[in-house]
T-cell receptor, first 111, second 114 residues
Framework: DAKTTQPPSMDCAEGRAANLPCNHS???????VYWYRQIHSQGPQYIIH???NNETNEMASLIITEDRKSSTLILPHATLRDTAVYYC????????????FGSGTQLTVLP | EAGVTQFPSHSVIEKGQTVTLRCDPI?????LYWYRRVMGKEIKFLLH????????ESGMPNNRFLAERTGGTYSTLKVQPAELEDSGVYFC????????????FGQGTRLTVV
């Protein structure tokens, strides 16, 4: 699975959009981009995933660049409860293979 | 619907003792995974079951770790004998059969070996 690069930390004001970037320049054509988060010491929580089209669900939006070498997770209206470590993970398609976690981005939502 | 359940939530044992962690996946999920995070490190994959079969155990650190999944339902992870470096949080996750399905994680078991 391709390696990902994320900034170690980011701050966001409560109520504002949080935009978390991820670089995955070596991604191959059949690899998906997944986002998970870990709030404090809880288990990781699935957020969203996509292949090449932008995706949106009740939690977030995922914007993948046309060349697929980078993506951005958008939390449209961040709340204090969104403070967590966010992981961008590239995973091979058509498989139930394991997730490879990096160090992620610590997002702190400020009041 | 119940999520992934792990037991116990915390365990403190002495070096050399044996500990067994249990994971109950979401009902109907064929895939079950074990991960762990040791202090200051990233979350690392340990192994993957498809039903009762071990699909991938490449992340198991050594032969002191033994995982089973009886009848393709719950799973246990036994550490025997435990060493200090085994301390950390052990997570279990499960997912449905099929492609690109999301994995649901339990709350983890915090293991402390003293």
């Amino acid at each position: 699975d391709a390696k990902t690069t994320q900034p170690p930390s980011m701050d966001c004001a409560e109520g504002r959009a949080a935009n978390l970037p991820c670089n995955h320049s070596t991604i191959s054509g059949n690899e998906y981009v997944y986002w998970y988060r870990q709030i404090h010491s809880q288990g990781p929580q699935y957020i969203i995933h996509g292949l090449k089209n932008n995706e949106t669900n009740e939690m977030a939006s995922l914007i993948i660049t046309e060349d697929r070498k980078s993506s951005t997770l958008i939390l449209p209206h961040a709340t204090l409860r969104d403070t967590a470590v966010y992981y961008c993970i590239v995973r091979g398609a058509g498989s139930a293979r394991q997730l490879t976690f990096g160090s992620g981005t610590q997002l702190t939502v400020l009041p | 619907e119940a999520g992934v359940t792990q037991f116990p939530s915390h365990s403190v044992i002495e070096k050399g003792q044996t500990v067994t962690l249990r994971c109950d996946p979401i009902s109907g999920h064929d895939n079950l995974y074990w991960y762990r995070r040791v202090m200051g490190k990233e979350i690392k994959f340990l192994l993957h079951f498809v039903k009762e079969s071990k699909q991938d155990e490449s992340g198991m650190p050594n032969n002191r770790f033994l995982a089973e999944r009886t009848g393709g339902t719950y799973s246990t992870l036994k550490v025997q004998p435990a060493e200090l470096e085994d301390s950390g949080v052990y997570f279990c996750a499960s997912s449905q059969r099929g492609m690109n399905t999301e994995a649901f994680f339990g709350q983890g078991t915090r293991l402390t070996v003293v």
